[in-house]
């Protein structure tokens, strides 16, 4: 789950962690108060900060949502020291369409600013946590090269990354904060800071299950304080549970509404760009189903992820979610019989397909346990499926549909 750059630094200061201050409004009419706190604090500059779940905010383009072609302002993230111009920006930012290189060209509509204060600073650095899965180890990445996407940094310029990899029973040592530290070429006051800093962001980062958290940039102020002034938190979707106050912040006007659907089913899905949706039992097989589709010549519209115990209502669902998409022409289920049986997943096919009338071509692949009479009961349904025997066969299948499909 992701959250948003106001939701990160609340979540970051209940650890203690250093971050630029600021007030989230959703409504211009609440402008004048957030200025007003944010004086009250002591602040006279201000930064106008455009909330929306994708990166690259301060570089992108601000359109009229009905006339996209009209550009409103250039930068979703504006710095000024006027809060009359303070609040021009907000107007021109809320309720307009963000387009970032991120969001791509559909872009997303700004309903949430962050006002905050605006810091002067010496130095940007980079600074992230994620889970480093081929060695089973959260690792910290570092790098002098902040406020540029790490990304890039990696591609061009790697050996200014410094990873720094934790060993999961004992925790981030001091030596390795002192380590990311000299790497950084922190001294002085800046260097003791980050020694604070960057144990409380790892106390942050495992007590709250994250899955990925980035400062960028991290700051050293003029007077060698280091600041958090931006953050980006994923959370672990598994782990939520333990988390009522982050399941608060969940912003689904942020989400793909068919990938809000299919998580009231229990169904991990994602929308691609293709016309083949898919539906299989297991991540991994997810993967390799479109990776073989792709590579028959198709092209994923899904993945799609039922689960171990794939049955009618679960088909059904996945089918319903599948096709709320229209540039669905085909369908390919590849489900392995281990847990349930594939005579009983057959039998959830072809009573799907009969209770939601499916119309577009669908190719079946069952393997494992009673495979053989699932073979026959979908073969003997009466119904118009394609019954293929091997992950190859479904996904040549499945394309081959489709040509005849765009040659009608």
Known sequence: MKIHEYQAKET???????????????????FDSAVSQLQARGINQFVVKSQIHAGGRGKGKLYNPSSKQELILEGGVK???????????????????LVTHQTGPEGKIVKTLFITEGLDYKKELYLGILLDRSVSKNVIMASTEGGVEIEKVAAETPEKIIKEWIEPS?????YQ??????????????????????????????????????????????????????????????????HPDIVAYRD?????????????????????????????????LAMATMDIIKLAGGDPANFLDVGGGAN??????????????????????????????????????????????????????????????????????????????????AAHKVTAVLSVESAV
């Not at 303070?86 to 930012?93: E, F, L, N, R, V």
């Not at 004992?170 to 001091?174: A, F, K, N, T």
């Not at 904060?177 to 790892?202: C, V, W």
């Not at 998580?263 to 297991?282: A, E, F, T």
Request: net charge negative; proline share 3%; glycine share 8%.
């Open 312 to 393: 009618k209502e679960t088909v059904a669902n996945g089918f319903k979610i599948i096709l709320s998409d229209p540039n669905v022409k085909a369908i390919l289920i590849n489900i392995f019989g281990g847990i349930v049986r594939c005579d009983r997943v057959a039998q959830g096919v072809i009573d799907a397909v009969k209770e939601i009338s499916v119309q577009v071509p669908v190719v079946v692949r069952l393997e494992g346990t009673n495979a053989e009479e699932a073979k026959e009961l979908l073969e003997n349904s009466g119904l118009n499926f394609e019954v293929a025997l091997s992950l190859h066969e």
């Open 79 to 97: 710095f000024t020291t006027s809060i009359d111009k303070a609040k021009d920006y907000a107007s021109k930012m809320l309720g307009n369409l």
């Open 177 to 242: 904060a002192r380590k990311l530290a000299f790497g950084m070429g922190l001294q002085g006051d800046a260097f003791k800071n980050f020694q604070s800093f960057i144990k409380k962001l790892y106390k942050a980062y495992e007590d709250t299950d994250a899955s990925l958290l980035e400062i960028n940039p991290l700051i050293i102020t003029n007077d060698d304080k280091i600041v958090a002034l931006d953050a980006k938190i994923n959370f672990d979707d598994n782990a939520l549970y333990r």
């Open 12 to 30: 970051l200061k209940k650890f203690g962690v250093p971050v630029q201050d600021g007030i989230a409004i959703k409504n211009l009419s609440e």
């Open 252 to 284: 689904l006007d942020e989400e793909a509404p068919l990938e809000i659907e299919a998580s009231k089913y229990n169904l991990n899905y994602i929308k691609l760009d293709g016309n083949v949706g898919c539906m299989v039992n297991g991540a991994g």
């Open 170 to 174: 004992v925790g981030i040592q001091p």
